[in-house]
């Protein structure tokens, strides 16, 4: 029972252009969701996230956009760069389910993102 | 900044042996959690703590143990290793209340053979 799904395994992009990625959930508990990145042989790091009370949210060339109806959020990246050449991942938490929900993150497969010069 | 520290970074287990990944934070943050993450997979809760002396079980949490004696360290335990528990295994932290980053640190490689 997979609650974040990732659909695509792999998206590749020309440098300059947008990059999308997508991303379902079917808890309808979820209310916090978070992107992360993450280079081979290192950890997740933290991107962008948004929380339920909004449809979107900018951090430089990063935009969240959130459909609760659709249960269905997506990061579009522009313009991409070869170093956001990474894998990507969407994860989901009930953060106001209670006090210690908000860290207990559920996670998509991931998406591969490359970035082609 | 050191942020999450987990060692080691690579281990081979045989079937059987037991073995303890080390977590360390110098963040002073209440909360830490242990993921595992397989191939091709989303990571997967383990265990988490909210503060010392409190932990609480994850998505996945067979065939581990956890303590938190201290704020800083938060050690998971492999008993009886299997060759299920090949993975990577990713140690975390955050401050408390919803929008604190959570952070992770870079990783432990497990192989049990």
């Known amino acids: 029972d997979q609650q974040v799904k990732q659909n695509s395994p792999s998206l590749s992009v020309q440098e300059g252009r947008i990059s999308i990625l997508n991303c379902d959930y079917t808890n309808s508990m979820f209310d916090y969701f978070l992107w992360y990145k993450k280079y081979p042989a290192e950890g997740p790091t933290f991107l962008i996230s948004i929380s339920s009370i909004k449809d979107k949210n900018e951090d430089g060339r990063f935009t969240v956009f959130l459909n609760k109806s659709a249960k269905h959020l997506s990061l579009h990246i522009v313009p991409s760069q070869p170093g956001d050449s990474a894998v990507y991942f969407c994860a989901a938490s009930a953060a106001n389910a209670g006090g210690t929900s908000y860290g207990k993150l559920t996670f998509g497969q991931g998406t591969i993102l490359t970035v082609h010069p | 900044n050191a942020g999450v520290t987990q060692t080691p970074k690579f281990r081979i287990l045989k079937i059987g042996q037991s073995m303890t990944l080390q977590c360390t934070q110098d963040m002073n943050h209440n909360y830490m959690y242990w993921y595992r993450q397989d191939p091709g997979m989303g990571l997967k809760l383990i265990y988490y703590?909210?503060?010392?002396?409190?932990?609480d079980k994850g998505e996945v949490p067979n065939g581990y143990n956890v303590s938190r004696s201290t704020t800083e360290d938060f050690p998971l335990r492999l008993e009886l290793a299997a060759p299920s528990q090949t993975s990577v295994y990713f140690c975390?932290?955050?401050?408390?209340?919803?929008?604190?980053?959570?952070?992770f640190g870079e990783g432990s490689w497990l192989t049990v053979v």
């Open positions: 703590s909210v503060g010392a002396g409190i932990t």
């Open positions: 975390a932290s955050s401050g408390t209340g919803v929008g604190n980053t959570i952070y």
